[in-house]
């Protein structure tokens, strides 16, 4: 009976630590470059439009609001619309308790014909040489003052009829029955629906940068992912700062609409304040923030990602401006650049959400 033994012989001991190697630098190898799935573009250059969002309410257009107050301090005797509800010109609004107004005017009317007669009396004396010439001269001034007095009060009378001077919407009201009122007290506001600005809110920073006449698109809401309104003009930046909000108002103007605006809805807007018509444009997917910086992934010709930083100029729709940091011709990483790491290999990704948000390309195979 023969027992077998395995002779370790330099050459076969050389081979097995060839293989081993071998072995050990595969293994090596897929540790440095692990497979990560993920979606990349080449970065090109294209058209890019900087915007400024801001948040608005659509208000009257100056010229086309009318704002009553009291012609005299007294009480509301009644009060004939509600706010929202559209009027007529000439329709009846509030209606002041008329009880002064009327003795008013009848006192006024009744001084007046005092200084009247007064008047005639003081010139047949004159002339008859009676009293001197300036005792007629005195009754003809207090006739005077009398009959503005009168002209005064009938007038007070017919405006404490609050009646609106335009035809549209009630869109302020600070009336109640009974109330007593003064006239530095704005009673009802009028509105015409048909001529509306949008007034939106900016810091007094980026208001350096809007002016007339740039493009506005408008959105419904407070983002611009609300139901898309239109696209209106700049026509005019306040040079005032609110003291509430402390925003500077930007008045815009859009002359269509695919639906009528409404007073007081909440509008955003997003202002071209800057054209740049070759820029490198990335998708806002591509980013990956690290502290207060960010980086993407640059896909070399191997397929091996490698993170580089890079600075974002502005952002939009369309995907963000790097000013620096990339070149054209470069492909990077989109959709999946969260789950890459460095020095990972790139393996293509089919997924029906790829591609969704790239804003320059479509996905492409490295």
Avoid at 79 to 96: H, P, S, Y
Avoid at 172 to 199: H, Y
Wanted: aromatic share 2%; with cysteine.
């Amino acid at each position: 009976m023969y027992i077998y033994r395995r002779v370790m012989t330099p050459m076969w001991i050389a081979a097995s630590i060839a293989v081993a190697c071998h072995k050990g630098d595969e293994q090596s190898t897929a540790e440095v470059h692990p497979s990560v799935a993920a979606n990349t573009i080449v970065v090109t250059r294209q058209p890019f439009t900087e915007t400024l969002g801001a948040i608005g309410t659509v208000a009257g257009r100056s010229g086309h609001t009318a704002t009553l107050s009291a012609p005299a301090p007294g009480h509301i005797g009644e009060v004939l619309v509600t706010t929202g509800q559209t009027v007529q010109a000439g329709q009846v609004l509030i209606r002041l308790d008329q009880a002064p107004f009327e003795a008013a005017r009848q006192s006024a009317e009744a001084a007046l014909a005092a200084a009247q007669r007064a008047a005639e009396r003081q010139e047949r004396l004159a002339a008859e040489g009676i009293v001197p010439r300036k005792d007629a001269e005195q009754a003809q001034a207090e006739l005077a003052r009398a009959r503005a007095d009168a002209v005064a009060a009938r007038r007070s009378e017919q405006l404490s009829i609050l009646k609106s001077p335009i035809g549209g919407v009630v869109t302020r009201l600070s009336a109640s029955l009974g109330a007593s009122v003064d006239p530095s007290q704005p009673l009802v506001e009028i509105t015409d629906p048909g001529a509306v600005d949008v007034l939106l809110g900016v810091t007094p920073t980026d208001a350096a940068r809007v002016r007339p006449p740039q493009r506005v698109a408008l959105s419904a809401g407070q983002s611009s992912s609300g139901e898309r309104l239109g696209v209106g003009q700049v026509v005019d930046v306040s040079s005032t700062i609110d003291s509430t909000t402390r925003s500077v108002a930007v008045r815009v103007r859009a002359p269509t609409t695919r639906r009528p605006l409404r007073i007081g809805e909440t509008v955003f807007g997003e202002i071209g304040v800057a054209t740049h018509p070759a820029a490198l444009v990335i998708p806002a997917e591509s980013l990956v923030p690290e502290g207060d910086q960010f980086h993407v992934f640059v896909v070399d010709a191997q397929g091996i990602a490698h993170a580089r930083e890079v600075k974002v100029g502005a952002r939009s729709e369309v995907g963000v401006l790097i000013t620096e940091g990339l070149k054209a011709g470069e492909r990077i990483v989109t959709y999946g650049a969260y789950g890459v790491q460095d020095s990972a290999k790139v393996v293509p990704l089919t997924s029906p959400d790829s591609g969704k948000s790239t804003g320059t390309a479509k996905p492409d195979k490295p």
